[in-house]
């Protein structure tokens, strides 16, 4: 039955499809117009077609409502009018487009209480689903919904019940059930792969097939949903006059065709029908490619789509080594590194990793160790990306290390912090390259911050714990160890800060390390816990004086995830600094004064909730670009601020739930690029990159 009736809809397509364009185009067009507004800054071209950024809220939810409520009523009057047209055809007595539009909308009121019984139906059964699934067995489920839906199959026959017959609505459903009473127990299974199932998968297969391409899998969605009409109409009608003639009903046949509309058609146009069933894709291409509404245009790519996340599937090296893996809380950073290319710096106290992007869209990566075998863990790297490119990672080193990484005699100690160089061949230590400096126990190693210093040597920034047998109070010293050349041949450290500290605090505290082009350190240190903040800045290069600042003093609130601070140095020397506000999760921009930030102007870039991040980086204009997770809306917003003047653009949606992994750089071209660990939960997350290439 299917076969015959696709082949029928296929040969009469063009005077077929003239009810569902006549019906969807105006709606469609109407649709769009109204989405336009009410999107207001919410939609993006991301990889070359449109998508809403983020959670809808409520104006928008309303307008899909309403949406979905006309595009169903719509559904129902281009159905029933292409019934009448296939049963003219079928019967011998042709009917033209508006005579079969008219006789559908006459039956409206049978029509739309057909519609309601049926969608009142759906609801049952989701209920009688959900309450299933608590109260039985998921798997006695399983087959009780394919089988509730196939015995609802013969309900589309009502259709033709009320558009040909001039039934009410619940005597054209009796009627449906009567005409297949007793039949072949295939008629639902034809009535659900004919109408629903078939022109469902079609679209999808069509679309996957041109997935690669921008606007294809859109423009291909539309035409096949406006072309699809035809086909379910063609199904229905050939099943209700089958099953009258099967039934012995030849009068009511007759009835049937004597009261098609006498109307005949006019000869049909294929060209003015194909540009109608063509037009919404050209009118989204031509959107997406013009983008006269000035949207953001994004390019973004799941990185680590397709890839395993079985942790029990490794696979090792020639030297023994297991390859390596990244995990849901492994992004630290990211750099453009030598060539240009994309890279970040991966770790959670383990061995750390370099994932470079071997294209500008990160759809090719090459993973790789930073670190060598025997490592001390439980501490993470941090790195700094030199002029010519290459990066500077920091590891702590041991000998004898176990074979985890982890120190757990105290016979193992000491750890000595040392300095890696990376290019595009791999990372080393310089062959004449000292520690930085040696730790004899566990609480000393800290935080440690890495910053190239502008004649090509490096900076070393450590903030770790006073002794408590040497100060009666908690205490947190800041020394910097300079260095002339990245693998600090000859180390210089100093003391150059003591700052009030916290021992039972449960993070160690954030530490940024920066240096202005006069050479002078601009360090930036963030409490987790209480959310304060602290600037220290040195007086000349060799840090003889330095000053403290804090322009951000304790808070209490919530912890949620995602606390922590940013910091990026203008030509003056004078920080920008982005942070959270751990009171009330508000994103925040401090436009600081003087160099040690004792008084800044602020500059307010969310609204309060559960915002994550944030990142900053200024772009070759001098702005700062300040990158945070909305997840109360399920977006990633980016901020730009000239002075405290700024404005938010969201950029892409959180599909899955975010993550505590954010990082932002600029690419080859001076855009800003965003990686970020979007994580329902470890066999369910994804690196994701995205660019926005046409940021105001």
């Not at 469609?28 to 809403?52: M, Q, R, W």
């Not at 294209?359 to 941090?382: H, I, M, Y």
């Not at 050479?519 to 963030?526: E, G, I, S, T, Y």
């Amino acid at each position: 039955m299917i076969r015959p009736a696709y082949a029928f809809a296929a040969r009469n397509l063009i005077r077929l499809l003239a009810p569902a364009l006549l019906v969807f185009l105006p709606i469609g067009l109407l649709a769009a117009s109204a989405l336009a507004v009410l999107v207001d800054g919410s939609a993006a071209v991301v990889n070359g077609d449109v998508e809403l950024v983020g959670a809808p809220g409520t104006p928008l939810l309303v307008w899909s409502a309403a949406v979905l409520v006309v595009s169903v009523a719509g559904q129902t009057v281009a159905v029933s009018a292409t019934v009448v047209l296939v049963t003219g055809l079928l019967v011998g007595r042709p009917v033209s487009t508006s005579g079969a539009m008219r006789a559908a909308l006459r039956r409206w009121p049978a029509l739309t209480l057909l519609v309601l019984v049926g969608v009142l139906a759906f609801a049952a059964a989701l209920v009688a689903w959900f309450g299933g699934l608590v109260w039985l067995d998921a798997e006695v489920m399983a087959f009780a919904v394919p089988a509730a839906a196939l015995c609802a199959m013969p309900c589309l026959l009502a259709v033709p019940g009320v558009v040909l017959e001039g039934r009410s609505a619940m005597g054209a459903l009796a009627r449906a059930y009567r005409l297949t009473g007793g039949g072949a127990r295939v008629i639902p299974f034809t009535l659900a792969f004919g109408v629903v199932i078939y022109p469902a998968l079609v679209p999808r297969a069509v679309s996957w097939a041109v997935s690669g391409l921008p606007i294809a899998p859109v423009a291909a969605g539309m035409a096949l949903a406006l072309a699809a009409v035809p086909f379910q109409a063609a199904v229905i009608t050939r099943m209700f006059l089958r099953r009258l003639v099967v039934k012995g009903s030849i009068a009511e046949f007759e009835e049937i065709a004597d009261r098609l509309p006498p109307s005949p058609p006019r000869r049909a146009r294929p060209l003015p029908v194909l540009a109608a069933l063509l037009l919404p894709g050209l009118v989204y291409g031509g959107a997406v490619l013009i983008n006269p509404a000035g949207w953001i245009e994004v390019a973004e790519t799941a990185v680590t789509e397709g890839w395993s996340r079985d942790r029990d599937s490794e696979t090792f090296k020639e030297d023994g080594r297991p390859k390596p893996r990244i995990d849901t809380t492994d992004l630290r950073a990211l750099y453009a590194g030598p060539g240009g290319r994309m890279v970040m710096l991966m770790d959670d106290s383990a061995a750390a990793k370099l994932l470079t992007c071997l294209d500008s869209g990160c759809a090719r990566t090459r993973l790789s160790w930073a670190e060598p075998v025997g490592v001390a863990g439980g501490f993470t790297a941090t790195g700094t990306r030199l002029a010519d490119g290459r990066l500077v990672v920091s590891t702590w080193g041991q000998e004898g290390v176990y074979e985890d990484g982890l120190v757990r005699d105290e016979e193992k100690w000491p750890i000595r912090l040392g300095l890696l160089t990376c290019d595009e061949k791999g990372c080393l230590r310089a062959p004449d390259g000292k520690p930085v400096t040696e730790v004899t126990s566990f609480g000393e190693p800290g935080a440690v911050a890495l910053a190239a210093r502008p004649g090509g040597g490096l900076l070393v920034a450590r903030l770790h714990e006073l002794p408590s047998d040497e100060s009666d109070i908690d205490t947190e010293v800041l020394t910097i160890t300079i260095c002339d050349d990245p693998g600090c041949a000859r180390p210089r450290t100093k003391e150059v800060a003591r700052l009030p500290g916290d021992r039972y605090a449960n993070d160690e505290p954030g530490l940024i390390a920066s240096v202005d082009p006069d050479d002078r350190l601009v360090a930036l240190r963030f409490d987790r816990d209480t959310g304060s903040i602290s600037v220290i800045a040195c007086a000349d290069p060799a840090c003889a004086r330095a000053r403290v600042g804090r322009p951000v003093r304790e808070g209490f609130g919530d912890r949620a995830r995602g606390a922590g601070a940013a910091m990026v140095l203008r030509a003056d020397g004078r920080p920008l600094i982005a942070y959270r506000d751990v009171t009330d999760g508000v994103i925040k921009l401090l436009d600081c004064h003087t160099r040690e930030c004792p008084e800044a102007d602020t500059a307010t870039l969310s609204e309060p909730g559960r915002n994550a991040g944030p990142v900053m980086v200024l772009d070759r204009s001098g702005r700062a670009l300040v990158a945070y997770q909305d997840l109360d809306r399920d977006r990633i917003v980016l901020a730009t601020c000239t002075g405290t003047r700024c404005s938010g653009t969201p950029v892409t949606t959180i599909r899955r739930g975010g993550g505590d992994g954010l990082a932002m750089a600029l690419d080859g071209h001076g855009r800003p690029t965003i990686a970020w660990m979007d994580v329902a939960d470890h066999n369910d997350w994804d690196l994701v990159v995205t660019t926005p290439l046409n940021l105001p």
